[in-house]
């Protein structure tokens, strides 16, 4: 019984685990170490706790398009669904290379060449030229981003993934622009329907903890009459819609802020005027000098 005469329920095993993966999963960007922490101050029961973080931190990596540094500064790859190839392995079509990717440790191992066995080598040549493509919008466009495009073995279809994070501890902010797109290319290779989903997810956490999420879906049909144009073709939608997402969200920031938001609080007090701190000041120093006479 709690100490407010309050019988409480025993939570089993089975529902902590699901709270801990709760938890866990929904970590906000660059902040899974801090919340796995937490948790397992929350739980206070470290087999659980771990149980459950071995499997949802490679689910997290995976869910979040996180970027990793391959080793000699070969470049960025990125550990999501597309890359992924069973194992904790993930491909990087653009480097031309196969890695492992330790989750827990977040540590990039035992890279290897990118063999045929994970490429569809009918659509190589159109990935190539979405990758190359893609990879220069994300350099001009992203500072801290990543952008891959996958033909993989077993798949008619180019999936494209582009992720960005940014993060500052110090000013209690993180955040995540992600945004995966599937290319199905036609038989005569003349045109191409696009499919995709840009997803945001930001975190701020001054002194409370405010997160936003956001998912917004989008399709058309690009037209080209080799490679090289298909992947300008590709890219340009993509970097059309990402930018009309962009202009969207700023306008319903906007939006929030002149109503919204200001409806949480008043702006001005009861009286209809701004306080004067400075004559508060003024006449709290004569009363000073008042009383001290």
């Known amino acids: 019984m709690a100490d407010d005469g309050v019988y409480a329920e025993e939570v089993s095993v089975e529902e902590k685990k699901a709270i801990v993966e709760k938890f866990l999963l929904d970590a906000p960007p660059a902040q899974f170490d801090a919340v796995l922490q937490d948790v397992r101050a929350l739980v206070d029961d470290d087999e659980i706790t771990t149980a459950v973080a071995d499997v949802a931190c490679p689910k997290h990596a995976t869910q979040q398009s996180l970027i990793v540094e391959l080793p000699d500064g070969a470049g960025k790859g990125i550990v999501c669904e597309a890359s992924s190839v069973g194992d904790s392995k993930y491909i990087a079509p653009s480097h031309g290379v196969v890695f492992a990717f330790d989750s827990k440790k977040h540590n990039v191992e035992n890279v290897e060449p990118l063999g045929d066995e994970h490429r569809n080598t009918d659509l190589e040549e159109f990935r190539a030229s979405v990758g190359k493509a893609i990879n220069e919008y994300v350099a001009n466009h992203f500072e801290h981003g990543a952008g891959e495009a996958f033909a993989n073995a077993g798949s008619d279809k180019i999936t494209i993934v582009i992720s960005s994070t940014g993060s500052s501890a110090k000013n209690f902010w993180s955040g995540r622009w992600s945004s995966t797109w599937t290319v ?38 690009v037209s080209f009459s080799s490679a090289v144009e298909f992947g300008a073709a590709v890219t340009k939608f993509i970097q059309d819609k990402e930018s009309e997402n962009h202009v969207a969200m700023e306008e319903h920031y906007k939006k929030l802020s002149d109503t919204s938001f200001k409806d949480l609080r008043r702006a001005l007090p009861v009286y209809g005027s701004k306080f004067d701190w400075e004559k508060m000041a003024i006449h709290k120093l004569a009363g000073e000098l008042t009383n001290a006479k």
């Open 184 to 221: 199905s290319v036609d038989s005569a290779k003349t045109g191409a329907a696009v499919e995709g989903t840009i997803r945001l997810h930001a975190h701020y956490y001054e002194e409370g903890n405010v997160q936003l999420t956001s998912s917004l879906t989008h399709s058309g049909n």
